[in-house]
């Protein structure tokens, strides 16, 4: 069965329809999805440009409500979709399940932001005159998201536009369009109002475009590729109104080891955060910087870490790396596997493609040793299972090193030093730093985002999430 748009409450059939690949087996398909144009964007913006006034408006205990009921709606089906993200995006099961579990505490989140109200009442430097400082929805807000993270990601960025009192005109990616679905289903059966939430599937240089391009969308929140984000910021900056925009893009996030630290739990820290999700996270550290001492007792013990991984299908018990999403995705890490080795870093373990029971997208965890953090491979991020090995002779060299990057999303070190734990929190050119900790997997309810090319605009997540979703008024009162 073809599966279909939803645009002003209403399931709307569509055309040109694709099969959704299982990234683990490529034989099976999580469905067939429409691919929708111009056509879908116009009738959903005009749909959220009519439903959202009342919902600005609406009362904030139902909207709570409203929202509540997504997140036990999500909780309670976890492992159902779960099952299906895990077929469609690659990621193993427990992993799987663990995300939409995470979507429905943001959505709980959020159903609590409904209620802590904000605002100010000011004097003025006039005499009989007073100031109010509100903040109101921003109107209809398109969302854009990658497949890297098909739940989670959709929902920091629905539940606070909902919450706030937006209107939401969302664009899944196309790798990943039956999670969406099922997020979809979810809002419907809670009885958001129809226009408030709308969803539309297809590509993002035909759908992402026209929302892109259309008048009557008032701010875009964006998450995936740099390349992408730059566009989308030249769009909204062209387009007459402008549109408010926030970008989340890419990261190239390093891991220092410093010689005093715990090695096991540095290594620990490195598998977790770089092969989890087979790499596949803007958070995780594609560079570990090794000062001298600790450096070959470092790679020794994650290249014995790195044998015992199991690669394989999503659904397999025992997997820890699943398949790289796609074809082209599995492309680039292997031309950045041979890149690497054309620079001269020394491919320690892994870098090639490998052979399970089913037919997939299946890749060696990667590590390269003796990388320059010149090397394309140090510098771009590659976005899969492959991590490089920096040698650095002093912390003070470590630190310049992690800071030299385009990226700035997230940082770690691993030390027993509270001086230099200290030091890298203080000095560290990043959005997020990890003392301890792996460089991915964070809280949602404290701000997410980076610097330089990482990130563009407010912060996502937590409270800070009202800076995107909401546009201060500033109203001055002759009160008499
Ligand atoms: N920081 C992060 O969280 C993430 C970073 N990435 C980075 O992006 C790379 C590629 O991943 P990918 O998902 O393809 O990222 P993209 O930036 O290509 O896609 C992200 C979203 O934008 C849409 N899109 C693509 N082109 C346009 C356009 N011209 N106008 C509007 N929307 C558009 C996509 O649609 P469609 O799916 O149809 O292409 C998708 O929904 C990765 O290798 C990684 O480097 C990816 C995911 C997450
Ligand atoms: O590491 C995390 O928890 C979030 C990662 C993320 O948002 C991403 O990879 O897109």
Same mark, same amino acid.
């Given at each position: 069965?073809?599966?279909?748009?939803?645009?002003?409450?209403?399931?709307?059939?569509?055309?040109?329809?694709?099969?959704?690949?299982?990234?683990?087996?490529?034989?099976?398909?999580?469905?067939?999805?429409?691919?929708?144009?111009?056509?879908?964007?116009?009738?959903?913006?005009?749909?959220?440009?009519?439903?959202?006034?009342?919902?600005?408006?609406? /009362?904030?205990?139902?909207?709570?409500?409203?929202?509540?009921?997504?997140?036990?709606?999500?909780?309670?089906?976890?492992?159902?979709?779960?099952?299906?993200?895990?077929?469609?995006?690659?990621?193993?099961?427990?992993?799987?399940?663990?995300?939409?579990?995470?979507?429905?505490?943001?959505?709980?989140?959020?159903?609590?932001?409904?209620?802590?109200?904000?605002?100010?009442?000011?004097?003025?430097?006039?005499?009989?005159?007073?100031?109010?400082?509100?903040?109101?929805?921003?109107?209809?807000?398109?969302?854009?998201?990658?497949?890297?993270?098909?739940?989670?990601?959709?929902?920091?960025?629905?539940?606070?536009?909902?919450?706030?009192?937006?209107?939401?005109?969302?664009?899944?990616?196309?790798?990943?369009?039956?999670?969406?679905?099922?997020?979809?289903?979810?809002?419907?059966?809670?009885?958001?109002?129809?226009?408030?939430?709308?969803?539309?599937?297809?590509?993002?240089?035909?759908?992402?475009?026209?929302?892109?391009?259309?008048?009557?969308?008032?701010?875009?929140?964006?998450?995936?590729?740099? /390349?992408?984000?730059?566009?989308?910021?030249?769009?909204?900056?062209?387009?007459?109104?402008?549109?408010?925009?926030?970008?989340?893009?890419?990261?190239?996030?390093?891991?220092?080891?410093?010689?005093?630290?715990?090695?096991?739990?540095?290594?620990?820290?490195?598998?977790?955060?770089?092969?989890?999700?087979?790499?596949?996270?803007?958070?995780?550290?594609?560079?570990?910087?090794?000062?001298?001492?600790?450096?070959?007792?470092?790679?020794?013990?994650?290249?014995?870490?790195?044998?015992?991984?199991?690669?394989?299908?999503?659904?397999?018990?025992?997997?820890?790396?699943?398949?790289?999403?796609?074809?082209?995705?599995?492309?680039? /890490?292997?031309?950045?596997?041979?890149?690497?080795?054309?620079?001269?870093?020394?491919?320690?373990?892994?870098?090639?493609?490998?052979?399970?029971?089913?037919?997939?997208?299946?890749?060696?965890?990667?590590?390269?040793?003796?990388?320059?953090?010149?090397?394309?491979?140090?510098?771009?991020?590659?976005?899969?299972?492959?991590?490089?090995?920096?040698?650095?002779?002093?912390?003070?060299?470590?630190?310049?090193?992690?800071?030299?990057?385009?990226?700035?999303?997230?940082?770690?070190?691993?030390?027993?030093?509270?001086?230099?734990?200290?030091?890298?929190?203080?000095?560290?050119?990043?959005?997020?730093?990890?003392?301890?900790?792996?460089?991915?997997?964070?809280?949602?309810?404290?701000?997410?985002?980076?610097?330089?090319?990482?990130?563009?605009?407010?912060?996502?997540?937590?409270?800070?999430?009202?800076?995107?979703?909401?546009?201060?008024?500033?109203?001055?009162?002759?009160?008499?």
């Amino acid at each position: 069965m073809s599966e279909r748009h939803y645009i002003g409450g209403t399931w709307v059939a569509g055309q040109d329809h694709q099969p959704d690949v299982n990234p683990s087996d490529t034989r099976d398909s999580v469905g067939l999805f429409p691919s929708g144009g111009a056509a879908e964007v116009d009738a959903a913006v005009a749909a959220a440009t009519a439903a959202a006034p009342l919902w600005a408006r609406s /009362n904030i205990q139902q909207r709570h409500d409203m929202l509540r009921r997504i997140a036990d709606g999500i909780a309670a089906a976890a492992t159902e979709i779960g099952t299906i993200l895990a077929r469609e995006e690659g990621k193993p099961l427990a992993e799987a399940v663990a995300e939409v579990q995470r979507a429905s505490q943001i959505f709980g989140f959020f159903a609590g932001e409904c209620l802590r109200q904000t605002g100010d009442r000011l004097a003025s430097i006039r005499d009989g005159v007073d100031i109010e400082v509100t903040r109101e929805p921003v109107g209809v807000v398109g969302i854009i998201t990658p497949w890297n993270f098909p739940i989670a990601i959709p929902a920091w960025k629905i539940a606070p536009a909902l919450a706030y009192g937006n209107a939401v005109l969302f664009k899944p990616a196309d790798l990943t369009p039956a999670t969406a679905l099922s997020l979809a289903r979810i809002i419907d059966q809670a009885g958001v109002p129809p226009g408030i939430f709308n969803m539309i599937f297809g590509k993002g240089r035909v759908v992402g475009n026209a929302i892109l391009s259309h008048p009557g969308v008032d701010a875009i929140s964006f998450t995936g590729s740099v /390349n992408v984000g730059r566009t989308i910021a030249a769009a909204c900056v062209a387009s007459s109104p402008m549109k408010k925009f926030q970008l989340e893009m890419g990261g190239k996030n390093p891991f220092v080891i410093l010689d005093d630290a715990d090695l096991d739990l540095a290594v620990s820290i490195a598998v977790n955060a770089a092969y989890m999700s087979t790499g596949q996270r803007c958070t995780a550290p594609e560079r570990f910087i090794v000062t001298n001492a600790i450096h070959d007792r470092f790679v020794a013990q994650l290249i014995e870490r790195l044998r015992h991984l199991k690669v394989g299908h999503a659904l397999g018990s025992d997997t820890f790396v699943g398949p790289v999403v796609s074809q082209a995705q599995l492309d680039s /890490n292997l031309a950045y596997v041979q890149r690497g080795c054309d620079e001269g870093a020394t491919l320690a373990f892994g870098g090639h493609r490998v052979a399970c029971d089913t037919p997939g997208f299946y890749m060696a965890p990667t590590l390269f040793t003796d990388a320059t953090n010149d090397m394309a491979i140090a510098r771009e991020e590659i976005f899969g299972p492959v991590a490089c090995v920096i040698r650095a002779k002093d912390y003070a060299y470590a630190l310049a090193l992690a800071n030299d990057t385009s990226f700035g999303l997230t940082a770690g070190i691993c030390t027993a030093s509270l001086k230099y734990a200290a030091d890298f929190k203080r000095n560290s050119r990043a959005g997020m730093v990890m003392v301890n900790l792996p460089t991915a997997g964070v809280d949602y309810h404290v701000p997410f985002g980076g610097r330089g090319s990482s990130s563009f605009g407010p912060r996502e997540q937590g409270r800070y999430a009202a800076e995107f979703y909401t546009s201060v008024k500033t109203a001055y009162v002759d009160s008499g």
